[in-house]
């Protein structure tokens, strides 16, 4: 019955086929991490080629995995390059079955494409970081060769009594390959983790040993009433922990503190200089509350909090290296960041040189930096948007010009230049809340970072703008909370907000979307009063 005996080998086939295909991408990977244990974590396959497609992905689908996965749209990004890899590994499973060498082949394929991922890092240091992928690849395409060869089946063959015995599959041939090659690549993989782990905790010690100096400069006392007592709005303070993280890094830099560098030269600067943290600490550091807004935030999103930064002030580490704003004779009008991970990022000279409390930052709300951002020292320009000033893990500056270079997400189509728009957020009521009638507070945040905020207005449906209670203002750099009374009336009600800036500019209504240079338009929540 050829087409039962058929229907069973395709059965075999793929009982055969997919466990060799996926204990080979196992040990390929396994292998792979091992390796980048050894040469460079970072330059491990899956960190390497998702951080490939990221600087690849259009800005469009970007921002729909951050309204969609928000702070989880790396794992996910991970989860779906693992996937994708299973699948194809159960496709060169099977293939192997009947074409070892071609199964072989296809493994080594995703070496070269893994390689060539890690060589085209920004943060690439050279050839070595191929190898973590070649490794993987072959002793992958090796697995799937051994272990299909030993899924073949075995033929049929006379018995001595003259009788046929049927032909089969030697399962157990396969079972021990199976088990040998699953052994030895969980080890690897467990000494992998073991590698990357202790590499991980000389950076952990180095922050663990870091004693923040008192600041030169304190921030100025929080005046009291900076926070309103309304259940439900944004605390004055952002937690470091429930600080919004927004970055490319698939893999966040742990950078050892003790081995750690920052470069400043470039155009116009005089005097070059490589600063160690323990120079920068003994510098008088300033400590400021300042607000910190990602473009990418939403009208009424979360990628917003305001922390008590430490920090050394920018400007006069310029000034050391001989450089002047444009506005004074200088050639730099582009002050480029880069960090540990490749990442450039381009601020105006004029705007870190103007006076404000631009700053390299080592401390946030009383700690060294957390390594989500970025230590053990990242950048901060009070009035501009995260992506074109507030480097993490940064490692080298360099004065130049707008003209002269585009850093990376200048070259994904974001503006050069972008200081934070005015916004105003309800905190409370949630969207399609139902809040009881009668008196409901609605209170939220707004900010205008450097110019301050000077008014916040709320209007119920179509109704007219009332003054909003303005909690007291910290500085100019930081967002303020508000809060209005409002009688609630039985009905569905939308609440709009709109604030208005230190400089009398209202918050306009021209809704923009995040590209190129942050979302605009007027926050408002629907809610529904039984
Ligand atoms: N090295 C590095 N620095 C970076 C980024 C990044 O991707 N890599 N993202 C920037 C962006 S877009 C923002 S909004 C802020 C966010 O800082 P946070 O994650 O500490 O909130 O970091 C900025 N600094
Ligand atoms: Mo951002």
Redesign the pocket.
Known sequence: MPGVSSFRSILFRAARGAPAGLLAAFTALAVAELVAGLVRPAAGPVTVVGGALIDRTPAAVKDFAIRTFGENDKAVLRLGILAVLAVIAVGLGVLALSHRRAGAAGVLLFGVVGSVAALSRPDSTGIADALPSAAGALAGALALYVLASRAVPVPARADVDGGERAGGWSRRGFLVAAGVTAVAAGSAGALARFLTGRRGRGAVASREGLVLPAPASPAPAVPAGVGLRVPGISPFTTRNAD???????LAVPEVDAGTWRLRIHGKGVDRPRAYTLDQLLARPLIERDVT?????NEVGGP?V?TARWLGVRLADLLREAGVRPPSQGGEADQLVAR?V?G?T?GSPVEDVMDGRDAMLAVGMNGEPLPF???YPV?MLVPGL???VS?????TDIELTTFDAYDPY?VKRGWARKAPIKTQARIDTPKPFARPAAGPVAIAGVAWAQHRGISRVEVRIDEGPWQDADLAVQDTVDTWRQWSYRWQATPGGHTVTARATDGTGAVQTEQRARTIPDGASGRHSVFVTVP
Do not use: N, P, Q
Request: glycine letters at 10%; hydrophobic letters at 35%; aromatic letters at 22%.
């Open positions: 600080f919004y993280r927004v970055d490319t890094a910190l807004t990602c473009v990418s990628y909090g960090s991970d990442m990022l989500e951002h970025g990242r948007y995260g992506y507030a480097c993490k893990w940064i997400w």
